[in-house]
């Protein structure tokens, strides 16, 4: 879209932000707002118990640079190597722990709240996508042509347009493993759900995704 209108986007993980950028992705939404003038803006949380089985299929095999350094709190090893000693049960169980001292924390303070922001679950996204970026470029305040023209980009870009695959059709290896929610339901022991709870308290009533911390 930035390609198709003449934008300067920027992909922003850490350091400072580009003030001549008209986009601007951060994938931790830590991005520092204050000076930003015109904002709008959207804002995507996945339920967190899908994150960690996303994560822990995905950090088994890939080659992002950070989990191919070894770190003193796995012996030396690499998060990737340690992560592929263990039995699927501990993996997830460990990832559980470093997502809840990373991701969950940022999930859990973010302010929902902000009337620049569209907020946006993962979730409803996926099984409404033409509804949903419809919304979302309106949001942005996108002409009607321009919205159509946006929609069909996306639309390029949808999960089977990419795999060739259904979402739930798993493909080991694959950064778009599945895509469906909920995965957590058939992964997730019963010690998961506890060491879950203690680390991330009530975080998925809070976002929605339960009504009640008993689940």
């Not at 709240?113 to 409803?124: G, I, K, S, T």
């Amino acid at each position: 879209m930035a390609e198709r209108y003449g934008m300067r986007m920027q992909v922003r993980h850490h350091g400072p932000y580009d003030p001549e950028a008209d986009i601007i992705y951060n994938f931790r939404a830590n991005l520092p707002l204050e000076g930003v003038s015109e904002l709008r803006a959207s804002h995507m949380v996945r339920d967190p118990r899908d994150i960690v089985v996303s994560g822990y299929h995905y950090h088994l095999w890939t080659k992002e640079r950070w989990v191919h350094i070894p770190m003193e709190e796995y012996g030396g090893k690499t998060y990737q190597e340690y992560l592929n000693e263990l039995d699927q049960a501990e993996g997830i169980a460990t990832e559980i722990r470093r997502q809840s001292g990373i991701m969950f924390k940022g999930m859990a303070a973010w302010d929902y709240a902000q009337p620049e922001f569209l907020e946006l679950r993962y979730e409803e996204v996926i099984a409404d996508e033409e509804t949903w970026f419809t919304r979302l470029f309106r949001h942005y305040g996108f002409t009607e042509a321009a919205i159509a023209e946006s929609v069909s980009i996306a639309r390029a870009f949808s999960f089977s347009k990419i795999t060739g695959r259904k979402i739930g059709e798993q493909q080991q290896g694959d950064h778009l493993r599945s895509g469906r929610h909920g995965q957590w339901r058939d992964e997730f022991t019963p010690e998961h759900i506890a060491l879950f709870k203690e680390l991330t308290g009530d975080l998925v009533v809070r976002l929605g995704y339960e009504t009640d911390p008993g689940w």
